[in-house]
C-alpha cells in the first residue's frame, strides 16, 4: 500500500485518540479518499490491518456511505442538490444545464475526464438554493439563470494536469 | 413589528467577527466556563433543568431531563457527543454556528461535558462540511493552547478532549443511535430503543449524552444567565429563543433568532422574510424540516389560547414555538421552514421528499427499507403521467404501515410527509391524476398537454 508519508502520519496520531481503534474508521478512509481518490481493494486490507478489524468489516463501510467510492472519478466533482428547497428554487433546471454545459450524462464523467456530475441529498445551506457542491467547496444561490456562466468558470479552472477529484 | 433577539446568533454576520480565539475573547468568550468550572457539576446540571430548555435537534426532548437519566451507578466513563450531522432537509441553523462560531460551541461542549463529568466529548459533524471540519479543528487547537480545552482546564482539575469526527453523507447517522453505530466505526444502524438509551448504554455501550450543536450553545447561556433567568425568555412551555431558517418560496430567505412565542408566523413570513415572491400567494409550508407534517394555508386549527379559552388558529397566525406548532398538528422540529408559493405541484413536493427518504432509509427495518421504496415508486410514477386514483389512498396506506412500526424515527419521517401531503391537498391529487387519465385516453389524438416530472419549477 502506498500511501505518502503525510497521510500514514495522520493516521498514527489519530488512532490513539480514540478510545477503540475501529471507531477512527470514517477518518481514515476519508484521509485515504482524500490521497488518492477512492478507496481501492488493497485500500480497505490496509485499514483493515490499521484498525485491528477484518477486511469486510471496512468494506460493509465503505459500501454504507455514500461518500465513498471504490473507483476514481472526474478531476472535478460536481454535486447538485436535489432536495425540496433546492428543488423549489431550480435545482433540476440547474443540473440540466450544468450537464449540458460540461457535456455530462448525470451520475457519469465526462468524456475528457474533467467532470463527474451527481445529484446529492440537502447539504445543509438550504437557505441559499440552489446549491452546487464542487469538491469540497459549496457555491451558493447558483440559480438556473447563472449555470451556464457557473459552468464556463469550472471549464476554464479545470485542465488535463490535475489529478481525479479526491472529494 | 416583532424584532429578533439575538442570543445564539448574537455575533452571526457581524462586520468584522472572526472565528479566532481572539475575537472570541473580546466579546467575552470562555468566561462562562471560567466560571462554571469553579461550581459543583450537579448544579449546573440544575440550572439546565431549572431552564427547561429543549433540546434543538427536532424532538425538543427536556436537556436537563435528558442529563439527569445518565447512567452513574455502572461506574463506566461517560461521553459526550455533539449531534453535528444536521442533514434534515431545510435545516441550516448548525451550520452558521460551526462556519462563523466555532468557539461559542466548543464553550458550550466544555461547560456541557464539565456538567455531566465527560471523559472525553466529540463533534460528529456530517462529511459534506470539509470546510467546517478543518474550522473546528483549528479553533479546538486554538483553546488547547489556552488551556480551555485538554488537560486540568484553568486549573479545575477537570479535563476533557474534544474530538471532531466526520460523517460520510448518510442522514441516518443523525439518528443518535445510528450516529453512536458510526462512531464506533460501523455502519450507520440505528440500534432498539429499549434497551439502547444512549445515556444508558451508548457509545461502547457506555453512558452517552448526544445533543445538538445548538442545543450545546444554549447550554453555555443558560449557565450565564442562570437557570431562572433563562427560563423568563421564551414561554413557559417554551424557553429561550428559536433560529428559524426559511427556505423556498419567500423573498427574503434565511435565519432570524426570534424570542419562542413572541412573533407568528405573519411575522416570520411577511416582515422577517418579505412575502412571497411578487404576484404569488402562500400555499404550503413545512415546519421545522422536511420530515414535520405540512400545513395547508386557509386550514384552521382548534386551539386553547395561554388563558385558557378556546380559540382558532390559521397557518399565519400561530405564535412560533414548539407547543403552538403541536396544537395545529404538526411539531417546529428544528426550525428549518419550507415555503411553498402557489407556484408549487405539492405532488411533486411530496415526491421530492419520498426520493429523500428512500435514499435514506438504513435498511433495518421492512416497513422502513420497503415502505419508503413503494412511497417513492408510486409518487414517482403519478409525476410522470402514470397516475391512477387508487394511488391517492395507496400513499396513505402504505404511509400508515410505517409509522410505530420501525426501530427508529425515521420511519415517522417517511410517514408524515405522506400522512399529511395527501388529505390536505386532496383536490389537486385528483385533478392531476383526472388530467392524466383523459390525456392517456386521448393518447393518440391530440392528447391535452400534462405536466411530467418532479422538477418542481
Ligand atoms: C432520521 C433522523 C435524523 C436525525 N438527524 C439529526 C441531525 O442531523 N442533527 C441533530 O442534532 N439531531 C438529529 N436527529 C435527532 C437525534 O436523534 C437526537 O434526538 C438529537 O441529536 C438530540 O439532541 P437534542 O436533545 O439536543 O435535540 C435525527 C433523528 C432522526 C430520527
Ligand atoms: S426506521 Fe428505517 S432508518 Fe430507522 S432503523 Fe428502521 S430501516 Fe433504518
Ligand atoms: S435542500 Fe439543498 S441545501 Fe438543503
Known amino acids: ?167 | 413589528m416583532p424584532s429578533e433577539r439575538r442570543i445564539i446568533y448574537r455575533h452571526i454576520d457581524e462586520p468584522g467577527y472572526t472565528t479566532d480565539l481572539a475575537c472570541y475573547q473580546r466579546s467575552g468568550g470562555y468566561e462562562v466556563l471560567r466560571k462554571s468550572v469553579l461550581r459543583k457539576p450537579e448544579e449546573l446540571v440544575q440550572e439546565v433543568k431549572d431552564a427547561g430548555l429543549k433540546g434543538r435537534g427536532g424532538a425538543g426532548f427536556p436537556c436537563g431531563m435528558k442529563w439527569g437519566f445518565l447512567d452513574r451507578k455502572s461506574g463506566k466513563p461517560v461521553y459526550l457527543i455533539c449531534n453535528a450531522d444536521e442533514s434534515e432537509p431545510g435545516s441550516y441553523k448548525d451550520r452558521q454556528i460551526i462556519y462563523k462560531d466555532p468557539h461559542q460551541l466548543i464553550e458550550g461542549v466544555v461547560c456541557s461535558a464539565f456538567a455531566i463529568q465527560a471523559k472525553l466529548a466529540f463533534i460528529y459533524i456530517r462529511g459534506e462540511m470539509f470546510e467546517g471540519f478543518r474550522i473546528l479543528e483549528r479553533a479546538i487547537e486554538e483553546a488547547r493552547v489556552a488551556n480551555f480545552v485538554g488537560n486540568n482546564i484553568l486549573g479545575s482539575g477537570y479535563s476533557v478532549d474534544i474530538i471532531v469526527h466526520r460523517g460520510a453523507g448518510c442522514y441516518i447517522c443523525g439518528e443518535e443511535t445510528g450516529l453512536i453505530e458510526s462512531l464506533e466505526g460501523k455502519r450507520g444502524y440505528p440500534r432498539i430503543k429499549p434497551p439502547y438509551f444512549p445515556a444508558v448504554l451508548g457509545l461502547y455501550n457506555c453512558p452517552t449524552i448526544v445533543n445538538n450543536v445548538e442545543t450545546l450553545c444554549q447550554v453555555k447561556h443558560v449557565l450565564d444567565m442562570g437557570g431562572k433567568e433563562f427560563a423568563k425568555i421564551g414561554v413557559p412551555a417554551d424557553s429561550g429563543t428559536h433560529i428559524w431558517g426559511l427556505s423556498g418560496h419567500v423573498m427574503r430567505p434565511g435565519y432570524y433568532e426570534i424570542e419562542a412565542g413572541k412573533a407568528t408566523v405573519r411575522d416570520l413570513l411577511y416582515d422577517f422574510a418579505g412575502g412571497p415572491p411578487p404576484g404569488r400567494s402562500f400555499k404550503a409550508l413545512i415546519p421545522g424540516g422536511s420530515s414535520m407534517k405540512i400545513l395547508r394555508f386557509g386550514e384552521k386549527f382548534k386551539v386553547k389560547l395561554p388563558d385558557g379559552s378556546a380559540g382558532e388558529w390559521g397557518v399565519l397566525d400561530i405564535p412560533l414555538d414548539g407547543a403552538s406548532f403541536m396544537q395545529c398538528g404538526t411539531a417546529m422540529g428544528t426550525g428549518g421552514m419550507i415555503v411553498m408559493d402557489d407556484s408549487a405541484d405539492m405532488v411533486e413536493a411530496l415526491s421530492n421528499l419520498n426520493s429523500f427518504y428512500a435514499h435514506e432509509s438504513c435498511g433495518q427495518c421492512t416497513p422502513c427499507r420497503e415502505g419508503s421504496l413503494w412511497l417513492k415508486r408510486i409518487t414517482t410514477r403519478v409525476c410522470n403521467g402514470g397516475g391512477r386514483l387508487e394511488d391517492i389512498d395507496l400513499v396513505k396506506n402504505v404511509a400508515d404501515q410505517i409509522a410505530g412500526r420501525t426501530i427508529c424515527a425515521h420511519g415517522e419521517a417517511v410517514a408524515w410527509p405522506c400522512q399529511s401531503n395527501v388529505p390536505k391537498f386532496r383536490d389537486e391529487w385528483e385533478a392531476k391524476i383526472r388530467a392524466q387519465m383523459q390525456a392517456r385516453e386521448h393518447a393518440d389524438e391530440n392528447a391535452p398537454a400534462v405536466r411530467k416530472g418532479m422538477r418542481l419549477v
Open chain 1, 1 to 167: 500500500m502506498n500511501l505518502l508519508p503525510k497521510t500514514a502520519e495522520y493516521v498514527e496520531r489519530l488512532l490513539p485518540r480514540y478510545p477503540q481503534k475501529r471507531s477512527a474508521m470514517l477518518m481514515v478512509l476519508h484521509a485515504i479518499q482524500e490521497e488518492q481518490g477512492y478507496i481501492s481493494r488493497e485500500a480497505m486490507e490496509w485499514t483493515a490491518q490499521k484498525l485491528e478489524v477484518t477486511p469486510i468489516q471496512v468494506y460493509e463501510v465503505v459500501t454504507f456511505y455514500p461518500m465513498f467510492r471504490q473507483a476514481p472519478i472526474g478531476r472535478r466533482h460536481v454535486k447538485v442538490c436535489r432536495t425540496l428547497s433546492c428543488a423549489l428554487r431550480g435545482a433540476y433546471r440547474v443540473c440540466d444545464s450544468l450537464q449540458e454545459n460540461l457535456a455530462c450524462g448525470l451520475g457519469q464523467t465526462s468524456e475528457d475526464g474533467n467532470f463527474t456530475v451527481e445529484f446529492v441529498e440537502c447539504v445543509a445551506a438550504c437557505g441559499s438554493a440552489p446549491v452546487v457542491m464542487v469538491d469540497d467547496k459549496i457555491h451558493e444561490n447558483i440559480t438556473p439563470e447563472k449555470a451556464p456562466d457557473f459552468a464556463a468558470k469550472l471549464k476554464t479552472e479545470t485542465t488535463a494536469a490535475m489529478p481525479p477529484s479526491r472529494h
